[in-house]
């Protein structure tokens, strides 16, 4: 009989337990592997026969629904003369489709991503190639892709908005507008806004600043009938982090992903993986590993609301870590070997028990939601904090109000 996997017990249980794919690693017989990570230069000699694809097979038997990490963004759809070239991604979604995988679309309007010729069009038709692009993608794949991260990262570590070409050239409403395209050109699509370092509300400022912004941009939306019907948190966790970088508890998880029942939003962790490499040697760093993932699962897994999780990366071998942020660490649920960690044992716990019950929505007062805990969660591993005011580097971050740099680029300045 064969060994149960995680992807099947997702299935049974009705959750997404996703994860994010790069080209090269699905189809490595098609594109040369040197260069970076999103480099998809043609191989002109492919190997033959194929040597087997550890990488499909781990992606097939641990996860239900995957998300394309770069190739599906805005600059990297275009060839060189500015035209829109779906042939990788059109493989790599045929390919998610006929096994069985539900396909993520990840992202339309991030401005990290965005080709560099917009910024300087004015801003009448900076916003119809805005228009057209959310038309052109979208259309392009109705019927395949039923999700959309339509608006990414608008934030700034503070909470307020971050200040971007998009906001430069179509002011404060632009992402109401993004979301009402998104909606004309595929009615039954279902469009989610998705940002990091929002996963943990009732922490105090400024440790739920972010959070505290986030939700508040959902309800604007909301209350403004804006067709927006999910909400991303990204999960990008450092358990060494301190200040603003400190992983939240699993009940200040528990608490965002409530409150934001109240605005009937569905909720996912998006790009979720955790890194441990920082901390002390002396510690078993797959068990913190496991510790944060089953904890923080199991807290979200026991709110309706809440759809499932999106690890950033199939495996360690394949991480964005070591690219963005120049250490080798093992932030994913399989090793570099494609075989299974402590912490994938984790999230099979976390989906066979969650937390807490299922309880029913939360009202708007802090005092209908779950307590935060006194029980020293983490604290054989979470790290001091300055005990009164955060240190110079913390203080850039909080403080830059309007930055829109994103987080390595953040982390790299202040560190």
Not at 29 to 49: A, V
Not at 114 to 127: C, G, M, Q, T, V
Not at 323 to 352: C, E, M, R
């Amino acid at each position: 009989m064969a060994e149960t996997t995680l992807a099947d017990e997702a299935r049974k249980r009705g959750f997404e337990i996703g994860t994010c794919v790069l080209p090269k690693f699905m189809f490595p017989e098609l594109y040369c592997s040197s260069g970076r990570r999103e480099s998809i230069e043609p191989n002109t000699s492919p190997s033959s026969p194929s040597p087997p694809n550890l990488y499909l097979s781990a992606l097939s038997s641990t996860f239900t629904s995957f998300t394309i990490e770069h190739h599906m963004k805005w600059g990297p759809l275009l060839n060189k003369s500015r035209e829109y070239d779906f042939t990788t991604v059109d493989r790599m979604v045929d390919w998610g489709i006929e096994n069985g995988f539900i396909v993520k679309g990840h992202v339309l309007i991030w401005h990290v991503t965005s080709p560099k010729y917009i910024n300087d069009l004015p801003p009448a038709e900076f916003a119809k190639v805005v228009r057209n692009h959310i038309f052109t993608v979208m259309r392009h794949f109705k019927g395949r892709v039923r999700q959309w991260d339509v608006v990414n990262e608008a934030l700034a570590p503070d909470g307020s908005m971050a200040d971007t070409v998009f906001l430069r050239k179509m002011g404060p409403n632009y992402i109401s507008q993004c979301f009402r395209w998104a909606h004309e050109a595929d009615p039954e699509a279902f469009l989610i806004y998705n940002d990091n370092k929002v996963e943990g509300w009732g922490l105090g400022s400024p440790h739920s600043d972010k959070a505290e912004g986030y939700f508040n941009l959902l309800k604007g939306l909301v209350d403004e009938g804006v067709p927006v019907h999910g909400a991303g948190m990204q999960g990008h966790f450092v358990a060494s982090g301190t200040g603003v970088r400190r992983p939240p508890t699993p009940a200040a998880v528990a608490n965002q992903v409530r409150r934001l029942s109240t605005l009937n939003l569905k909720v996912n962790l998006s790009e979720f993986d955790v890194r441990t490499s920082s901390l002390s040697a002396h510690l078993d760093l797959e068990d913190v590993q496991k510790e944060i993932v089953r904890d923080i699962l199991s807290a979200c897994f026991s709110q309706p609301n809440f759809t499932g999780v999106y690890f950033w990366g199939v495996s360690d071998a394949v991480s964005w870590v070591e690219d963005f942020y120049g250490n080798v660490d093992k932030p994913l649920i399989l090793d570099s070997s494609y075989s299974t960690k402590p912490s994938h044992q984790g999230v099979l716990d976390a989906i066979s028990s969650p937390a807490a019950p299922r309880l029913p929505p939360a009202l708007h007062d802090k005092s209908s939601l779950i307590p935060l805990p006194s029980d020293g969660w983490g604290s054989s591993w979470m790290q001091i904090s300055p005990p009164t005011t955060p240190s110079p580097s913390e203080t850039t971050a909080i403080s830059d109000r309007g930055n829109s740099k994103p987080d390595w680029e953040i982390e790299a300045n202040n560190s």
